[in-house]
């Protein structure tokens, strides 16, 4: 049976102790090898061995480099791993990793994944040069400038494309479609405000949308809803298309915002076991008006846990298309044997929405899906209307299954 927490008790601690928590903690590794367990000594003997050599006889001294030698050694370690979220950080990885949570950084503006070994557009960000200069959700990144992006990091992805604002880097992408294009971009300070806030329909439609998953993300919303004068609205919005996800902790404050009861989200790893956060009970001040979610092919990680909380609770219906499908969650863990300054990052867990439906690989498919070109915001305002002077939860006839 999972362990269930109530969300209310935990909130804070669940910020703290989470999802990139940076800890000190000493990793104790031991792999077997036919049958016998190696210390960490023993495994690391080798590399040890490989690098006196390199140090003593290779035939340029100068171009060994211990430190680039250990961060490329660390690297490799994980890299069999073949997941695109578990990587170790050097210190200038780590450093703009951190950057990007902040929502202020230098670069172009898009979001990227690996896919099937491939570098790919999670989303462009809403008001970035990526989005001005034509780069799509689903997007295959071919090269950056003249390098090819063949066996890339997402790390060292993000690396190449940022860079000094004022400066172009030029993408080779292939579109959806199979076209390819060469897009050059002038890279700019990008700053992602978390929530934008539009009145739709003569004042009787809140449209909220959230850019970004941040830590104050749930006041921003909370700010708008209490400013509005919600008993005059017919219904909410909620614009999580291309929104490529950020902090779990700030999807669960949303999600219990929205959400009067039931369960959150359901979690499951090594560390933790299985775990059930539930509703504190604190979603009243919404009235529980009729709620659309618009999602599509941008929509991943922390926004797919709040959609699929919100649906699975019948406290709102999807409308757009299928989501992005990233249903696992990383922790940074900073070792003080690490290099200074260097973190590993790794996926230690996947969620699942309250109806215990998996995401990773799977996205979350729409309850009314709108074709590409066509705007969902029309078809969520049509749904509205349908529905005035109702109040969620409603069971929504013909609900799509995840």
């Known amino acids: ?5 109530s969300y209310l008790m935990t909130k804070r ?3 703290r102790s989470f999802f990139f928590l940076v800890p000190t903690l000493l990793l104790v590794i031991a792999f077997g090898v036919g049958g016998a367990q190696q210390s960490p000594q023993d495994l690391c003997s080798p590399l040890n061995r490989a690098f006196d050599y390199l140090e003593n006889l290779f035939y340029q001294p100068q171009r ?5 030698a250990l961060y490329n050694a660390l690297k490799g370690l994980v890299d069999h791993l073949d997941d695109p979220y578990t990587e170790f950080l050097p210190p200038e990885e780590f450093e703009q990793f951190q950057d990007s949570l902040e929502g202020q950084f230098s670069g172009v503006g898009i979001e990227i994944t690996i896919r099937d070994n491939a570098l790919m557009v999670i989303a462009p ?6 989005e001005a200069a034509g780069v799509r959700t689903g997007d295959l990144i071919l090269r950056i400038d003249d390098e090819f992006t063949d066996g890339i990091t997402l790390t060292e992805a993000a690396l190449q494309i940022r860079g000094e604002p004022g400066t172009t880097v030029v993408l080779t992408v292939r579109h959806t479609d199979g076209t390819q294009e060469e897009i050059p971009i002038v890279r700019a ?8 806030v539009t009145v739709l329909e003569d004042e009787r439609i809140l449209l909220l949308r959230v850019l970004r998953f941040g830590s104050n993300v749930e006041d921003d919303v909370e700010i708008a809803l209490s400013e509005a004068d919600l008993e005059s ?4 919005i909620l614009d999580l298309r291309n929104n490529p996800g950020g902090e779990l902790d700030a999807a669960i404050d949303l999600a219990d915002l929205f959400i009067d009861e039931g369960t959150l989200v359901s979690t499951s790893s090594r560390i933790y076991g299985n775990e059930t956060y539930v509703a504190s009970g604190a979603s009243a001040s919404i009235l529980n008006l009729p709620l659309v979610v618009l999602i599509n092919e941008g929509t ?6 709040l959609a699929g909380a919100i649906r699975d609770n019948d406290m709102g219906i999807l409308i757009g298309r299928k989501s992005f499908g990233k249903g696992v969650f990383q922790r940074i863990y900073r070792d003080g044997a690490f290099p200074a300054g260097s973190a590993l990052k790794i996926t230690i867990g996947e969620y699942f929405t309250p109806l215990g439906n998996a995401v990773q690989d799977i996205g979350l498919t729409p309850d009314i899906e709108v074709p590409e070109g066509e705007d969902a915001i029309d078809s969520a305002i049509e749904w509205i209307a349908q529905h005035a002077g109702a109040r969620m939860p409603m069971t929504i006839v013909g609900e799509a299954t995840p």
Request: glycine fraction near 6%.
């Open 1 to 5: 049976m999972p362990h269930e927490v």
């Open 13 to 15: 601690a669940f910020r």
């Open 64 to 68: 060994v480099d211990p430190d680039e």
């Open 125 to 130: 960000l809403a008001g970035t040069p990526a």
């Open 189 to 196: 300070t990008i700053v992602v405000e978390p929530l934008d």
């Open 233 to 236: 609205f017919d219904g909410i």
């Open 300 to 305: 991943a990680s922390a926004s797919e846990i």
